[in-house]
């Protein structure tokens, strides 16, 4: 995706809160159920209790991914003070496959906003090679550049996300 002001990755501020501008190249289809996740969603907690289905495209079965599931908005997003704080990482997944195809190092952790609506950003990252990777200590404070780094991994290649506030929120997060 361009990093246009059209992209709904710059207009989520995805680009710039967790990642730098890139382009997509590779397909990535998250699945909650029978619900598409589609850049600025909205989504309830119910709705995301259990772990998606994540469908990744491509046709070289060699190529693998690293998917990550970050909150850039934890613990509210007035004061993100855990930003990013890791939901969900899977290694090792082939191109053309799905995380379930993959090694997870980290479960996923269903998200539970308590306070304003949340981003959850799915990141696709292309891997060098298969490779071993560390959970990290933590949860809270994760950051996902820094990540890319210290494996060796290529620049996104897909990023997705969806908003979510508790249960009985409503409306909408709106961006000027």
Same mark, same amino acid.
Not at 33 to 60: F, H, M, W, Y
Not at 96 to 111: D, L, R
């Given at each position: 995706? &361009?990093?246009?002001?059209?992209? +709904?990755?710059?207009?989520?501020?995805?680009?710039?809160? =967790?990642? *730098?501008?890139?382009? @997509?190249?590779?397909?990535?289809?998250?699945?909650?159920?029978?619900?598409?996740?589609?850049?600025?969603?909205?989504?309830?907690?119910?709705?995301?209790?259990?772990?998606?289905?994540?469908?990744?495209?491509?046709?070289?079965?060699?190529?693998?991914?690293?998917?990550?599931?970050?909150?850039?908005? &934890?613990?509210?997003?007035?004061? +993100?003070?855990?930003?990013?704080?890791?939901?969900?990482? =899977?290694? *090792?997944?082939?191109? @053309?496959?799905?995380?379930?195809?993959?090694?997870?190092?980290?479960?996923?952790?269903?998200?539970?906003?308590?306070?304003?609506?949340?981003?959850?950003?799915?990141?696709?990252?292309?891997?060098?090679?298969?490779?071993?990777?560390?959970?990290?200590?933590?949860?809270?404070?994760?950051?996902?550049?820094?990540?890319?780094?210290?494996?060796?991994?290529?620049?996104?290649?897909?990023?997705?996300?969806?908003?979510?506030?508790?249960?009985?929120?409503?409306?909408?997060?709106?961006?000027?």
């Amino acid at each position: 995706m &361009a990093s246009g002001s059209r992209n +709904p990755l710059v207009v989520g501020r995805v680009i710039g809160d =967790v990642l *730098d501008p890139f382009e @997509s190249s590779i397909s990535l289809q998250i699945t909650y159920g029978n619900r598409n996740v589609t850049n600025g969603c909205e989504l309830k907690p119910s709705q995301v209790a259990n772990q998606p289905q994540v469908n990744i495209g491509g046709n070289d079965p060699m190529i693998y991914y690293t998917l990550v599931l970050v909150d850039p908005d &934890a613990p509210s997003p007035s004061y +993100p003070s855990f930003r990013e704080y890791l939901h969900w990482m =899977v290694t *090792d997944i082939p191109a @053309s496959t799905g995380a379930s195809f993959g090694n997870e190092v980290v479960s996923y952790e269903k998200p539970r906003p308590n306070l304003g609506i949340h981003r959850y950003v799915f990141v696709l990252l292309r891997q060098r090679c298969r490779q071993i990777v560390y959970a990290p200590g933590w949860r809270q404070n994760f950051n996902t550049r820094e990540f890319v780094e210290l494996y060796n991994l290529e620049f996104p290649v897909a990023a997705v996300f969806f908003n979510c506030q508790r249960e009985a929120g409503s409306g909408g997060r709106t961006f000027t």
